[in-house]
């Protein structure tokens, strides 16, 4: 491995795009089609996709969808990117705790033709709410039929299920129809790799013709950015997904933490049908990811950071950073929380 500390291309470390791609797309879209650079992680990758597409569609008019609720820093991108139609499409029912996949389908239909779409490709944030291979293919041929631009965030493949290519499914899909996918890629989850800050954006052209003009623009963007991109983390990442040994071990690891969060989710569930907590929390072991959307009221929610349980006044619970005791301490205090205060 070359550890030196020279720049590197603005369009960063093209081995490391070249695996990021086969990872995302595995043999179902020839590279010839994709146009692909190394980002800022997961983050700085929504962001120059987000950019890129102000140069294809008119942010002022044509809208932009994230599902509700979303990662909220998605705003936040998008608004910097000069989006001013920023919308929002049905995804989470909190009435059933569950997709509401009625709903996001009327939502898709009635959008303007060839407006953007911002999707999860895999364990939603905050919901931990994925569609089954059924509802993702209902979606791609609502998509198509309406000219929307598909926009995929896939901050945690190979986390969800513990499967790398069943994580990639839906984008592998979206490109096969024929539509024109963007993906960001991070890999600060699924390699441990927060702090390298690396990830990737890639293009799936329709028209190849266009590839040029494409590649010259997000090298405009980048250079006028942040130059090029940090090389260590892209090189150990290179590494991880090409050396065959390591390989195998990487995705041994993610299978073993995905069923770990699993194993959470059932001792928070199992827990609380023992406390015999009212309500319905089948929710909780039918989620995929890292988190969890309890279902709780704010008001449940605060009584729960007050004592010393910290989710999010939305009921986002970080599964993966549980361990055996504090799943049991979670449920209890969820049980607390549930009786104790009132579910406005």
Not at 100 to 105: I, V
Not at 171 to 184: D, H, N, P, S
Not at 249 to 257: C, I, P, R, V
Not at 301 to 318: E, K, M, P, S, W
Request: a negative charge; proline letters at 4%; charged letters at 20%.
């Amino acid at each position: 491995m070359n550890l030196d500390y020279e720049y590197l291309p603005i369009t960063g470390f093209q081995p490391f795009v070249e695996a990021a791609v086969k990872l995302a797309y595995g043999n179902t879209v020839d590279p010839e089609n994709i146009i692909a650079v190394q980002t800022l992680s997961g983050t700085g990758a929504v962001s120059l996709g987000a950019r890129l597409l102000t140069h294809v569609y008119d942010p002022e008019k044509t809208p932009i969808y994230l599902s509700d609720p979303t990662w909220p820093n998605h705003y936040a991108i998008l608004k910097a990117a000069g989006w001013k139609s920023i919308r929002t499409y049905t995804y989470y029912d909190p009435k059933t705790l569950s997709l509401n996949f009625e709903g996001m389908k009327k939502d898709i239909e009635a959008a303007p033709e060839g407006s953007v779409f911002v999707l999860h490709q895999c364990a939603h944030n905050p919901t931990g709410v994925d569609m089954s291979r059924e509802q993702w293919n209902e979606i791609a041929s609502l998509m198509l039929a309406k000219q929307h631009q598909v926009f995929f965030d896939s901050a945690y493949q190979g986390y969800a299920s513990g499967s790398l290519d069943e994580d990639a499914y839906a984008a592998r899909l979206f490109a096969t129809k024929g539509l024109q996918v963007i993906l960001a890629q991070s890999f600060s989850k699924n390699m441990g790799l927060y702090n390298e800050r690396t990830g990737a954006l890639s293009i799936v052209l329709r028209n190849p013709e266009r590839a040029v003009a494409i590649k010259s623009q997000l090298e405009l963007l980048i250079r006028s950015d942040y130059s090029t991109p940090p090389a260590h983390g892209a090189r150990l990442a290179h590494l991880i997904m090409t050396n065959k040994e390591l390989r195998m071990q990487w995705e041994a690891e993610l299978a073993a933490m995905s069923e770990r969060i699993r194993k959470m989710r059932h001792i928070v569930y199992d827990e609380l049908l023992r406390l015999k907590t009212p309500g319905s929390w089948e929710h909780i072991v039918n989620q995929i990811g890292m988190f969890s959307f309890l279902g709780l009221s704010k008001e449940q929610c605060q009584y729960c950071q007050d004592h010393n349980v910290f989710i999010t006044l939305t009921g986002r619970a970080n599964m993966a950073g549980l361990t055996h005791e504090t799943a049991l301490m979670l449920a209890q205090t969820i049980n607390d929380a549930v009786c104790k205060v009132e579910n406005k």
